[in-house]
């Protein structure tokens, strides 16, 4: 037999799959349940509401499975079909477990031209894994991401799909990883605009205690 | 020539200089919601009145395509009490090399939401979607925050300022994909369907969101009309460059001394934003190439910027386009190849797998670039790829095609050599070869 159908280029996912998700485990809260509603009622149809309710899941569960898929197209009232079509075509959809930390370090265009691999391959180093990989102790996953727009303080690396840390060094990273070892996410940092540094001295929002500068990014060594 | 005039006493007027701008009590104090106040509780102005000063200011939009704003505006079919219409506000900027809308929407939240309402006035409309990327989740839960104060001051919802206007706003939530920042796409997205861009036409303006008219605009873009009605389309038509006027957010990354969102007119010399704004090259270096508005954008080389002017006309005439305007500033020491292979890879990444020439198409503009980038490539190759460039280009449902092929085709046309020079040798010899000999 040719090796092509032995070995066919795509995989067909698995249409049963076991459940990963304990069965008991598998529904929303009340309160959850309301805030679904909540976010259905802004829309004309439920339709509408499926990528709330989506993140919402994967906040609970971590990923997204298909029983978790299902939980949430049951909860729209929409078909499965619909909701696992929505689950697979966006990249921030998890669709298998991932650490409880993905790193998603930022290697397009302006990143890959200041330093955006070195830091990418710095922290495949240090964690000991390759890139869409998780660590043995299931802490850390690293990712390849494409432009998170925040250019100018490039290189940069995004924690879960939520706290940007800006202009990275090594040191940046090395600090990064204890901190987050000790589950102390980082805060929320505001990028300062260079002509606010000239008319208002810098930071602009006093509710914001860490503000960071664009900076010129690092010399590449390596640019793939 | 400087279309900005004398642009290093520009005053800031998307962006200025307030602190806490984005705190409500602070905008409303530097005149924040006065134009939608104007609008709503006097007679001076009627919905299309509104339209009309927006058109006179000569608005473009900002998210790439600087399409006339409004103009845009004007498509919407007349009003029909039974059939709902929509506003969307493009927010999913994924462009790479743009990062302008991100510090907008955290630094002056309630112009954007302004914004929407006037262009909702103006049109007729009573929601507004404003689609934010997955990506940026900091600045949701901010402008989240944001818009329930504005709720609860009642200038917006129902009966907003005691007018019989009433709008809603609601924040959508991307999950990150590139193709949700075409408009069709987003529209999709919105109604909770896998991001598919649709065929135009019909265009939104007749089947829109849920089939129903529907306008998109670009964040900055509906920034824009609060300052248009406070202060006149002729004063917005006065700033940058005649043909395309207005403040921009330049958003200016790569190897220069000090990259950043910075907010000049239209119109700059792209030499003044490099070395006067932006502090020059990093470490003394040379200017060897620059992409003005983001990776679809053609890339110009050193060599072909000198007068080159930050406006659409100037910059078509030179060989590239406006774009977004987030400019990325290349040194002496890049290597353009591997700058190619990256971008192809992006849009090999980002390509939706809706039509055949584009999903398939980017997949081999990677392998192929990859392929000379490794070493490993032949001089037809670099035909193969003009080639395949060609048959992409205006072969799709949208321009995701397109802004995959032209990069391919600009960077080998503007920096053949390099490319040649990554090559295996031919061993045909070439014309130049039998001259030497």
Partial sequence: ?224 | MSKAGDWRNYKRVLLPPVKDLHKLDVYEAHEGYSALREILTTDKWDPTSVTDEVKKSGLKGRGGAGFPTGLKWSFMPPIDPDVPRFLCCNGDESEPGTFKDRQLLEYNPHSVFEGMLIASYAMGIKTGFLYIRGEFADWITHMEAELEKAYDKGYVGKNIMGSDFSCDIVIHKGAGAYICGEESSLMNSLEGKRAYPRIKPPFPAQKGVWGYPTTINNVETLACAPLIIRNGGEWYAGIGAQSHPGPVLYGISGHVNRPGVYEYPTGMLISDLIYEVAGGMRGGKKLKALVPGGSSTPVLRADMIDGVTMDADSLREAGSMMGTSGMLIMDEDTDMVSFLRRITHFYHHESCGQCTPCREGTGWLENIVTRIDEGEGNLRDLDLLMDLCSQMEGRTVCALADAAAWPVRYTIDRFRDEFEAKCKPSLVPSGADLVMA
């Fill in chain 1, 1 to 224: 037999m040719a090796d092509f159908i032995k070995h066919p280029v795509v995989g067909l996912p698995d249409r049963k799959p076991d459940p990963v998700i304990p069965a008991d485990q598998l529904h929303f809260s009340d309160e959850e349940k309301k805030q679904i509603q909540t976010w259905i009622s802004r829309y004309p149809t439920a339709d509408g509401a499926v990528m709330r309710a989506l993140w919402l899941a994967q906040e609970k569960f971590g990923f997204l499975p298909p029983e978790v898929v299902q939980l949430v197209a049951d909860e729209l009232n929409i078909p499965y079909a619909n909701a696992y079509g929505v689950a697979t075509f966006y990249t921030q959809y998890f669709k298998e477990k991932k650490g409880k930390y993905v790193l998603d370090v930022c290697t397009c265009f302006s990143c890959q031209l200041c330093g955006g691999f070195d830091m990418l391959h710095y922290l495949e180093e240090k964690l000991n894994v390759h890139k869409g990989e998780t660590t043995e102790d299931g802490i850390f996953t690293v990712q390849e991401a494409e432009c998170l727009g925040a250019c100018g303080s490039a290189p940069m690396l995004q924690i879960t799909n939520g706290t940007y840390v800006h202009n990275l060094t090594e040191e940046k990273i090395d600090a990064l990883i204890d901190a987050l070892r000790e589950d102390r996410m980082p805060a929320f940092t505001s990028v300062t605009l260079p002509q606010d540094e000239d008319e208002l001295g810098g930071n602009r929002r006093s509710d914001v205690e860490h503000t960071e500068a664009y900076q010129a990014g690092p010399v590449s060594e390596t640019t793939r």
